[in-house]
């Protein structure tokens, strides 16, 4: 049985890029069904995984994981260890609840003084073609 196995599934080592396959009862209905990852550990021919968003608390079996030369992990892998069901929610291009934490507080602050100087703007010029003094956008400054 061993046998067979090795001659389906190439042998993966430590620091390749896989795709981990998501099972069904641990995505959601938009999430993608493979998480892109890195080989951190190998032990019996399961393998420990990290993502951008932490290390996949289970150890995933040969199976369950494919080799992807291809993909880019950009980052360091958080030392954290996490649930497979949580990482492919993170993943998600749909995940509403993480789409807040993916900004930094710099790039938020960044974002609010450009959307205040942009009213600031259109404020003077709506003042000026209405010749009145009257806050017209709804921010003051």
Same mark, same amino acid.
């Given at each position: ?8 599934? $190439? ?21 993608? $069904?493979?998480?892109?990852? $890195? ?34 992990i ?15 929610? $993170? ?31 259109q ?19």
């Amino acid at each position: 049985m061993i046998a067979l196995s090795s001659k389906k599934f $190439k042998d993966i080592d430590i620091g390749t890029t896989v795709l981990v396959e998501v099972p069904k009862v641990d995505r959601g209905p938009l999430d993608s $069904k493979n998480i892109a990852g $890195k080989i951190l550990e190998k032990r019996n021919e399961l393998f420990r995984v990290g993502t951008p968003f932490g290390i996949i608390s289970d150890w995933i079996p040969r199976n369950a994981v494919l080799s992807s030369p291809n993909t880019i992990i950009s980052g360091d892998i958080p030392q954290i260890t996490l649930p497979l069901r949580t990482i492919a929610a $993170k993943c998600s291009s749909f995940a509403q609840q993480d789409m807040g934490n993916r900004l930094s507080a710099i790039d938020r602050e960044a974002i609010k003084n450009e959307l205040r100087e942009t009213f600031r703007i259109q404020n003077s010029v709506l003042q000026s073609l209405s010749g009145s003094g009257a806050l017209v956008c709804g921010i003051s400054q």
